[in-house]
């Protein structure tokens, strides 16, 4: 097993899923923000009182280093509604979309598409490619089993960095270039599935064995600029996974592991969208605005460190069994500042920690251990 990856899924050039725990010990809260003091800006204005927030001093909470916070001002906030690219369940939009990424990746085995009532599958010994529903998100995948990857048997270092917020003088020059190739990888899955949204690199990996070395680079889905939530906490409550309001991380997930010449040997990618409704938010809570919140609201004996302050979408929505059901509703995406700590999945990957403070209504949520 190689990802912690639950019955969402995606379009991707290989596959793997496993379950994750939720420990009794978790901590979850949600409550409102009184707003009437805090000041509500344009899009383009966010960063604009960074630092002063910087010469506030608060006493509940330390935020990180300033240069690693990115502070990258997006095209717009909006209220985000996504639908499926094939919302319907269609085995044949599955079929053409297996021909096609067949055609783009230059596989060398004989495309002759395996069908059933949910899957579409090219498959000649280890090399694959295939879409299949877990909930609604699809995977297809290639695998090869040459080249070094996160699951080779042989690791002698397996180096890790949180490409979203790390100064970009520590990063790699190796890593900026697997990363420019899985971006391009990811616009062309894009191109095929019909996908409206965009790629951030969120994370990177080099691996290392005592004669080779492979790339593992983590993706998000983003929209003008701002990311979509694709990591959670190994502490989420059950209370993220309601019916009807499901966190959709995972479904928002890409993997690509790349080889010491930056070829892709393993793509675990999800799902393509459609923007179904973006309305923009004419002013939301600047970056200050969310810092003076999270004073308010904390309890007076929280303390904490963060390692990355971003604006993100968080996506919900409903989780559906595909032989269950073909119903497919839309992903809500609702902005909030994410205040993160970092932390290390069961699996080796990223994971996080984090309180989130709502761009619009100041609702504050705590998802800590």
Not at 12 to 39: F, G, M, R, Y
Not at 167 to 193: G, H, M, R
């Amino acid at each position: 097993m190689k990802k912690l990856v639950i019955p969402f899924m995606s379009v991707a050039l290989i596959l793997l899923s496993s379950c994750a725990n939720s420990p009794d010990s978790i901590k979850s809260n949600k409550h409102e923000s009184d707003k009437t003091q805090v000041t509500f800006v344009p899009s383009d204005k966010i960063y604009d009182d960074f630092e002063s927030a910087y010469s506030a001093g608060y006493s509940k909470f330390i935020l990180p280093d300033s240069s690693t916070i990115k502070q990258t001002i997006p095209d717009g906030v909006y209220n985000l509604e996504l639908a499926y690219s094939n919302a319907n369940n269609s085995i044949e939009w599955k079929k053409d979309k297996v021909l096609e990424l067949y055609s783009a990746f230059n596989f060398s085995f004989d495309p002759i598409v395996d069908a059933d009532e949910n899957i579409a599958l090219l498959q000649v010994n280890s090399e694959k490619i295939k879409i299949e529903p877990y909930s609604r998100p699809y995977i297809s995948w290639k695998e090869s089993d040459n080249g070094v990857n996160s699951v080779s048997e042989n690791i002698t270092s397996k180096n890790s960095y949180y490409i979203d917020h790390i100064n970009t003088n520590a990063i790699p020059d190796e890593l900026n270039n697997a990363s420019s190739k899985a971006l391009s990888v990811c616009e062309q899955v894009n191109d095929i599935l019909g996908d409206e949204l965009e790629f951030q690199v969120s994370d990177g990996y080099i691996i290392h064995t005592s004669n080779d070395v492979g790339y593992e680079i983590e993706l998000r889905k983003s929209y003008k600029g701002i990311g979509i939530q694709n990591l959670i906490s190994e502490y989420s409550s059950d209370s993220l996974f309601v019916k009807g309001n499901t966190l959709m991380s995972f479904a928002m997930q890409t993997y690509i592991d790349l080889d010491s010449n930056f070829s892709p040997e393993y793509f675990v990618g999800c799902d393509a969208f459609t923007v179904a409704k973006a309305e923009p938010l004419n002013e939301i809570i600047s970056f200050k605005g969310a810092c003076d919140i999270l004073e308010t609201e904390l309890a007076d004996n929280m303390s904490v460190k963060f390692d990355n302050v971003i604006l993100m979408y968080e996506p919900r929505g409903t989780l559906v069994e595909a032989e269950l059901s073909t119903d497919s509703q839309n992903i809500i995406c609702t902005p909030k500042w994410y205040f993160i700590q970092d932390d290390v999945a069961q699996t080796g990957l990223h994971s996080i920690n984090y309180i989130t403070v709502d761009c619009v209504s100041g609702a504050v949520e705590v998802i800590m251990p």
